[in-house]
């Protein structure tokens, strides 16, 4: 059986789209029908039902997927990792936010890079870029902050992130509890560090503590939170951060956490990798190894 056919069925049955599958694997739409219906043809069977919206697998296309998937992930990642390698590394290739990544998934990992497994990073802030990446077989796994739609990845809850507003002691001698229970009151009295125009992380911790929207305009900007943490501890504004990246400023005092609600504001991160490449065994291992060790994050 031609392994370009199963490599390009495998595409489809994961998209669920062929049009999808066409734009991951560099080809026209009709090039990918064409060769679906020549190995529907060899197989005397049809893999796949026609829908107004993509395609869905018959029980045969499932089957097949099922067993023919791990082994051409295999292949790939030979013929992406070289033959010449030393003997018995492998090689993941993940991707997710800088932040996250740097301080979290790298050091979890550490320990089986101390058992022969090379690791190769790519930190990326845009979660349908990873996606992307991820899609194209660029990564084998990914952590994000949503959950992607269908049947080409399978997400799995890691955990979820504390966000803490926070600013410089010498801001936050400023605000009395009346002034922070009022989220208008509060911006009207700092200004607002951010990663981008938008607000995102102000305006999702204002929605959840304070049930409104931020009216307010960030006076620093700066795409990467370990910067925002520092323009906050320096006296730049108030900050809504994770709290394992500004845990250790809390204990030491350079950063004040303004307000402490019942219920913080959490954002769930997700392990995301090609549906069926779970049975590699060193994605698998790498896997299981970081829902341990968030655990204890």
Same mark, same amino acid.
Do not use: N
């Given at each position: 059986?031609?392994?370009?056919?199963?490599?390009?069925?495998?595409?489809?049955?994961?998209?669920?789209?062929?049009?999808?599958?066409?734009?991951?694997?560099?080809?026209?739409?009709?090039?990918?029908?064409?060769?679906?219906?020549?190995?529907?043809?060899?197989?005397?069977?049809?893999?796949?039902?026609?829908?107004?919206?993509?395609?869905?697998?018959?029980?045969?296309?499932?089957?097949? #997927?099922? &067993?023919? %998937?791990?082994? $051409?992930?295999?292949? =790939?990642?030979?013929? !992406?990792?070289?033959?010449? /390698? @030393?003997?018995?590394?492998?090689?993941?290739?993940?991707?997710?936010?800088?932040?996250?990544?740097?301080?979290?998934?790298?050091?979890?990992?550490?320990?089986?890079?101390?058992?022969?497994?090379?690791?190769?990073?790519?930190?990326?802030?845009?979660?349908?870029?990873?996606?992307?990446?991820?899609?194209?077989?660029?990564?084998?796994?990914?952590?994000?902050?949503?959950?992607?739609?269908?049947?080409?990845?399978?997400?799995?809850?890691?955990?979820?992130?504390?966000?803490?507003?926070?600013? #410089?002691? &010498?801001? %936050?001698?400023? $605000?009395?509890?009346? =002034?922070?229970?009022? !989220?208008?009151?509060?911006? /009207? @009295?700092?200004?607002?560090?951010?990663?981008?125009?938008?607000?995102?992380?102000?305006?999702?911790?204002?929605?959840?503590?304070?049930?409104?929207?931020?009216?307010?305009?960030?006076?620093?900007?700066?795409?990467?939170?370990?910067?925002?943490?520092?323009?906050?501890?320096?006296?730049?504004?108030?900050?809504?951060?994770?709290?394992?990246?500004?845990?250790?400023?809390?204990?030491?005092?350079?950063?004040?956490?303004?307000?402490?609600?019942?219920?913080?504001?959490?954002?769930?991160?997700?392990?995301?990798?090609?549906?069926?490449? $779970?049975?590699?065994?060193?994605?698998?291992?790498?896997?299981?190894?970081?829902?341990?060790?968030?655990?204890?994050?």
């Amino acid at each position: 059986m031609d392994l370009t056919l199963l490599r390009t069925f495998v595409t489809v049955h994961r998209a669920g789209s062929f049009t999808r599958a066409a734009a991951l694997l560099g080809l026209s739409q009709p090039a990918v029908t064409s060769q679906i219906r020549t190995l529907e043809r060899q197989l005397g069977r049809p893999l796949f039902l026609r829908r107004a919206r993509g395609v869905t697998p018959t029980t045969i296309g499932d089957e097949l #997927a099922h &067993r023919a %998937a791990p082994h $051409l992930d295999a292949l =790939v990642e030979i013929a !992406g990792t070289g033959l010449d /390698e @030393q003997a018995g590394v492998r090689t993941l290739h993940v991707a997710g936010p800088p932040e996250f990544t740097s301080a979290r998934v790298l050091p979890a990992l550490t320990p089986l890079v101390a058992q022969g497994l090379a690791v190769r990073a790519s930190l990326l802030g845009d979660a349908q870029e990873t996606f992307d990446g991820l899609a194209a077989g660029h990564q084998d796994l990914a952590v994000a902050t949503a959950r992607p739609r269908g049947g080409l990845f399978t997400a799995t809850p890691l955990c979820d992130e504390e966000h803490v507003l926070v600013a #410089a002691p &010498r801001w %936050a001698a400023r $605000l009395s509890p009346e =002034v922070l229970r009022d !989220g208008a009151v509060v911006l /009207e @009295q700092l200004p607002v560090v951010e990663v981008h125009e938008s607000l995102p992380f102000v305006s999702r911790y204002w929605a959840a503590v304070f049930e409104s929207k931020p009216a307010a305009a960030a006076t620093v900007i700066a795409p990467d939170l370990r910067a925002v943490r520092e323009s906050a501890a320096s006296g730049a504004g108030l900050a809504v951060l994770p709290r394992y990246l500004c845990e250790e400023d809390l204990e030491r005092g350079r950063l004040v956490a303004l307000l402490d609600p019942p219920v913080p504001p959490l954002r769930t991160y997700f392990l995301v990798v090609r549906t069926g490449t $779970l049975a590699l065994p060193h994605l698998a291992r790498a896997h299981e190894w970081l829902l341990r060790a968030a655990g204890d994050w």
